[in-house]
């Protein structure tokens, strides 16, 4: 949210002398405020011209590296212009003095709706059929009509929202039905057409200058940057949620997590940095389990570990995940226990095993294959039971492979990969046989990797974001829809149902719109062929 203006002091106590300290503070903030927006106005307008220019340069002929260099240019454009719609978005005080012409932002003149698109009307008229202060009867007035443009799946329509206008014949007085509610105040993008664009843009990974030209083809002119503004005031809408969401996945008892590099535009000087996306999954089902599943993506600009301190700073549990660094530091109080990842030991062995078609390598896999067949044998059992199976059936298997590996490490070259392979299993044994004392852990963290594919992808696609507030959206966006996933859900579906229904929600009862609480309601998701 945005931050609200400071308290002004009693002006009436303030003698002349404070008066004008007052002002003279106020002035000094209100032009710092405008010569920060002009200058993210300055740049807007550079990016713009630029891309212009670079086009020009492309035309006639083909540069892949040109090509690639427009892009990444067009995505920072759209992070500057969905910022502007974003919750940390500058605070310009409301007594400040009229801009000159220089200053002026210049806003896109709202073109009306194109008249070839169907129209579907909604008329909202009000509940009473008497009026209320003196009993006389209701006659029309007149009405008021107002469009929002909408999305239904392979094409638009105009929503034609009619609301008549009714008055009483006795006492004059106007009975007209409340406007309905828009998920962004006053914006044209309703909740069917806003979900189509979020989900384009995070889960089918289509910049929004690639979807402004899509929609061209269908004759809807819309601006890349009204499309960023649904973007930014989309993510302050959801906020509240991904928080709620963020609460559920933490109080689980066990979590998976991992992370994975993302390049951002660093500011200023149209390179990249690496900034990082860090995924926390609760999901219990293969214990049997019926708790909802759930995804709580974040971004951090690095990957020092004081983030995923904060990110896990109400977490109490054990933390499925590699053997990140920046991990250890949890667990030296107690309150959080590690449990390794056997499919990262696996890993290892198997690229050995690719590579050189090692027989140490091949024996190490097929010791470890034994222990995922167990495990696949008692998916979805109870934890009693499982944590049974682990201590009669997979403990003497690790037995027997920790005293191979032992052995065969003291004869082979301390130089040599397998050698390496197998001091990265030895020296994580005490987490890696957890998973052995509680039938809650899961023998891998591959939960975390499978909801981290979706990024992946969009990563090959296109830059992933064009700043650091960007990466911050994606992960809000992301959390919703690879919860969503998780239950099973179309997350076009979901962000629809739930955008309709947001703006006019309790927000103490904001748990009611996650994912698995609206899913009656839903079509399940279509998995794609293989």
Not at 390 to 403: D, F, I, Q, S, V
Request: charged share 25%; proline share 7%.
């Amino acid at each position: 949210m945005a931050a609200s203006p400071a308290t002004l002091p009693n002006l009436e106590l303030l003698d002349a002398a404070g008066l004008k300290a007052l002002i003279l503070s106020q002035h000094d903030e209100l032009v710092a405020t405008q010569q920060r927006l002009l200058s993210r106005e300055s740049e807007i307008e550079h990016l713009k011209l630029l891309i212009a220019k670079l086009r020009r340069m492309q035309f006639g002929r083909k540069s892949e590296k040109l090509e690639r260099q427009i892009e990444q240019l067009e995505l920072k454009l759209e992070e500057l212009e969905s910022a502007k719609a974003s919750p940390r978005s500058e605070f310009v005080p409301a007594f400040s003095a009229q801009p000159s012409s220089r200053t002026a932002t210049a806003k896109p003149v709202r073109q009306p709706l194109p008249e070839h698109l169907p129209r579907e009307v909604k008329t909202y008229a009000p509940e009473e059929d008497s009026c209320a202060e003196c009993g006389g009867r209701l006659r029309r007035l007149g009405e008021d009509v107002s469009e929002v443009l909408e999305y239904v799946p392979a094409r638009f329509k105009v929503m034609r929202y009619v609301r008549p206008k009714l008055s009483c014949a006795s006492c004059e007085r106007i009975v007209q039905a409340p406007a309905p509610s828009r998920p962004i105040e006053r914006g044209l993008a309703g909740p069917g057409l806003l979900a189509h664009v979020l989900v384009a843009k995070y889960c089918d990974h289509q910049p929004l200058y690639r979807q402004a030209e899509m929609y061209a083809r269908e004759g809807v002119e819309l601006e890349r940057s009204t499309l960023a503004d649904w973007v930014g005031g989309a993510s302050r809408l959801l906020e509240p949620l991904v928080e709620a969401l963020r609460r559920h996945v933490m109080s689980a008892c066990k979590v998976h997590a991992d992370d994975t590099p993302v390049p951002v535009l660093a500011p200023g000087n149209g390179k990249t940095k690496t900034g990082r996306l860090w995924t926390y999954v609760r999901d219990d089902r293969p214990a049997g389990d019926s708790a909802p599943a759930a995804v709580w993506f974040a971004y951090s600009p690095d990957r020092r570990g004081e983030h995923p301190r904060e990110h896990l700073r109400s977490f109490r549990g054990t933390l499925q995940a590699d053997a990140y660094a920046g991990f250890h530091h949890l667990y030296e109080n107690g309150t959080i226990q590690e449990a390794a990842c056997w499919a990262h030991v696996r890993r290892k062995f198997y690229e050995l095993q690719v590579a050189h078609a090692s027989p140490l390598a091949a024996e190490a896999l097929k010791r470890i294959a034994e222990l995922y067949a167990i495990e696949g044998e008692i998916r979805g059992r109870p934890p009693e039971e499982r944590l049974s199976i682990r201590n009669m059936r997979t403990r003497p298997l690790l037995e027997a492979l920790r005293h191979w590996l032992e052995t065969t490490l003291a004869a082979v070259s301390r130089k040599s990969e397998i050698a390496a392979a197998i001091r990265y299993a030895l020296g994580r044994w005490r987490a890696l046989l957890r998973y052995c004392e509680d039938g809650h852990l899961e023998i891998d963290n591959n939960a975390a990797e499978r909801a981290l594919r979706a990024v992946a992808l969009g990563r090959k696609n296109y830059l992933f974001a064009g700043s650091d507030s960007g990466g911050e959206r994606a992960a809000a966006i992301y959390s919703l829809i690879g919860t969503a996933k998780l239950n099973g859900l179309d997350p076009e579906a979901y962000l629809h149902e739930m955008l309709q229904r947001i703006a006019e929600h309790p927000i103490n009862r904001l748990e009611e719109l996650l994912p698995w609480n609206i899913a009656a309601s839903l079509p399940p998701a279509i998995e794609p062929a293989a």
